[in-house]
């Protein structure tokens, strides 16, 4: 005799979210949310001596209601605080790091009929009143960041609501940016202590232990459950390109690779720079470009073009693409290096969300060698250039550094045997057999020539500058790769490492 036992927590995935299944570690999260609390409502109803008793027997039970969640990036993350959301008897506050997601959340969680408010800056009274307004008459999900957080006035407000459960989304910004430039995310602990929420859940894709030991004390004071599936995103294959000129380079990606693609820059302007070439060569409306300087209107128009692109190239700095449900990317490149190997894995991440194959590019230069050379050598940046340079498998490289699991790779340029000689390669070997043959200006005319040829091949149009060849000899010198003769030779070029 079959007996169907009926599974509520899936029939509403599949009644709210038109999910088919959950993933085993999605259901693990869910179910330690539900269980913690269980535990809270039963302690609601036990005498002070009954309580410690029960406190004693069902410790696991609490400290399920205090999580750091790691799953990949594409995992469904936001599923284990949604569907909470709707069973728990009380609001769930989930804080974000960027307006982009909050409207990215408002805009999924409204597409399948779930209200929500969001708490932002520049709010009226009248405003805020009405939001709160609406979760007492039912509203579950309100979406906020960590400075408006700060409002000692909103955070009374927000005591009064009953908030059940706290989500923080891109939990590893908590000690990356609290450190740094966003201190109100070290103020999280004392929100959760003004709130009194019985259920707190931190959420990241990308943490080293050095940064899950922050996270633990910065917002659990230390005691917290850890829940951590496997890291690797096989689908996604890594590769680094050396290269001098490294705009040349985009665009014989953008011919080449699968689209849509992200192109992560380092500064506002090298966006718009790079979107204005991408247009030039392939086309106006090929690319657009993203940063934190656009006006609202702006963001919101670039963000509907890109999320509804089949071909389309989005150049943008990092304020693009944490946790930006695209997910059908095909190729992420990063123009510069992240500043650590979890933002690199973070932002690579943000390709093949639908699980088909993927490829990150780094592109690496001999002036990124000299940075990454200065950090210490255990240090999160230093691990940037291990990545870029080693020899050995870069996934695992990357695994390592989050302290995961060993795999065999599924696919990286070390592993795949990928050689793509790269331009201040091509000039040194030039150099190297011509010893003391060539002056600046004899090289710089050949390089330009020689250039054009092999991406006029890809390409179909001349896309090497003069500029191009000043600077794969600028960076060669600096670098002590080569160097100008003396005496009977000087003024010319000679290799000075036989390893370039």
Known sequence: MNVSVEDPVLKLAQEKFGIKYLYPWQRLVIANILEANDYCKMMMNLSENEKSKFEEENSDSFCLGR??????????KSLCFQIPAIILNGPTLVVYPLLALMSDQQRRLEECNIDCVVLKGGQSKNEREDLFCRVREGTKVILANPEVLENDNLLSSLKTLGIRHVAIDEAHCVYEWGKSFRHSYLSLNKVLSVLQVPLVTAFTATASPEVLENISRILFDGEVHVVRSESDRANIHYY????????KDVLFLAKNEQKPMIVFCGTRKKTENMARDLNLCFGE???FFYHAGLQKSEKKTVEEWFYNSKDGILCATCAYGMGVDKKDIKTVVHLEPAQTVEAYIQEAGRAGRDGSIAKAFLLWSLEDSKKFSAFGMDSRERMVKEF????????????????????ACSGCDVCDNVKNQSDWEFTYS???KNRNFYNEMEIEERIFSDMNIRYRKSIGKNIWTHADSVEVIRQLKESGKIKEAGWLWKGRLRAVSSNP
């Open 67 to 76: 999580q750091i969640v790691l799953l990949p990036t594409g995992a469904g």
């Open 240 to 247: 680094v390109r050396y290269s001098s000129a490294k705009t």
């Open 285 to 287: 409306g090929t690319s």
């Open 388 to 407: 870029a340079e080693s020899d050995r498998c870069r996934r695992q490289i990357l695994l390592d550094a989050l302290g995961a699991e060993r795999v």
């Open 430 to 432: 030039i150099i190297n």
